[in-house]
């Protein structure tokens, strides 16, 4: 499997504090000798990665689609997690489990932020079907910020059959829907719940509606009829935490 590139101080800071045993290779631009890129080359020592210097002309031809910073790391591809995983990481909680639910959100930058917020929200999963969502890579991981390493991304074979699942193990799911009457900030979404946002546009398909156990809608004031979904994830899911806290 082919190696990702990481870049920006941040995203390289991350992958060598939560997940080093990914890193494969670090690159810095010669003659870079700011505080910021010594954080990351004292990581790189304390974790046995050697550093290769390049140009700066070097680093962007390797990264043409960002702004490195001066710095990336070559990875391994983050592990998506699957059933089994959630199974164990259900079973080891010690608190209302905290799920967030994405049906077909495709788009890398979307589900990096998604991500991002879950981690900021305390999520203790991220669930998705594995035939219509995005998968890992370095733009997700970049976008993330370090939530792509920090939060597990399950991705399951069939999303209804999983929700199935949790609805049985007491897990209350709410979906998002902009015909329904209940208002997100009226609904209960304390205990064991899982948040499922439908992909931008088409919204939830037809059996992930049917396992839901309410519809909630977020209040539009404006011309907008809708939000983006990894606005809208935010939204729903720091209602959710003010409740539960």
């Known amino acids: 499997m082919q190696n990702e590139i990481l870049f920006g101080i941040h995203a390289v800071k991350t992958a060598l504090q939560r997940d080093a045993k990914r890193v494969r290779a670090l690159k810095a631009q010669k003659g870079r000798k700011d505080e910021r890129i010594q954080q990351v080359l004292e990581l790189a020592q304390q974790q046995g990665i050697r550093v290769q210097w390049l140009s700066r002309h070097e680093l962007d031809e390797l990264t043409s689609n960002g702004v490195h910073q001066g710095v990336l790391v070559e990875c391994e591809p983050i592990r998506a997690h699957n059933e089994k995983d959630l199974d164990r990481l259900l079973a080891n909680l010690d608190e209302p489990a905290f799920l967030l639910v994405l049906d077909g959100v495709t788009d890398p930058h979307n589900l990096g932020a998604c991500l991002r917020t879950a981690d900021a929200a305390g999520v203790h999963a991220v669930i998705a079907p594995k035939d219509k969502s995005a998968p890992l890579n370095a733009t997700v991981a970049k976008v993330a910020c370090g939530a792509a390493e920090a939060v597990p991304y399950v991705l399951v074979t069939n999303l209804a059959r999983t929700l199935k699942s949790l609805q049985e193990q007491g897990i209350w799911t709410t979906g998002t829907a902009g015909e329904t009457d209940l208002n997100v900030y009226d609904a209960n979404l304390t205990g064991p ?53």
């Open 193 to 245: 719940m899982a948040l499922i946002m439908g992909a931008e546009g088409k919204g939830m398909r037809r059996l992930t509606r049917e396992h839901c156990d309410q519809l909630v809608k977020i209040p539009m004031a404006g011309e907008v009829s809708s939000l983006n979904v990894s606005v809208a994830t935010g939204v729903c899911l720091f209602e959710a935490v003010r409740q539960r806290s």
